[in-house]
């Protein structure tokens, strides 16, 4: 069983990888766009990787890319589709 801190947590480690980065250089703040450079073809594959890491059947990367525009939005909706899940 996933926590929220444990899921933001993987999203942020899954961010960094992505990006490049190490995971204390990705802030809850961060812009998923603007500061780290995540495009909306770059969300399909972390979409992709979250999926793994989280055993979690779909998460539908165009309402992640539309509602998430930090990093700590985007840990609350995966956060919130584990808790459907």
């Known amino acids: 069983m996933h926590t929220y801190t444990s899921i933001h947590d993987v999203v942020t480690e899954t961010i960094a990888e992505l990006c490049g980065l190490e995971s204390f250089e990705v802030r809850p ?17 972390l979409r992709s990787i979250l999926e793994k890491k989280l055993r979690l ?17 985007l840990a609350e909706l995966v956060s919130e589709e584990v808790e459907l899940g």
């Open 57 to 73: 059947d779909h998460l539908d990367d165009t309402v992640l890319y539309q509602e998430a525009e930090t990093v700590a939005q």
């Open 29 to 45: 703040e961060d812009s998923l766009e603007e500061d780290l450079g995540i495009a909306p073809q770059d969300l399909k594959v």
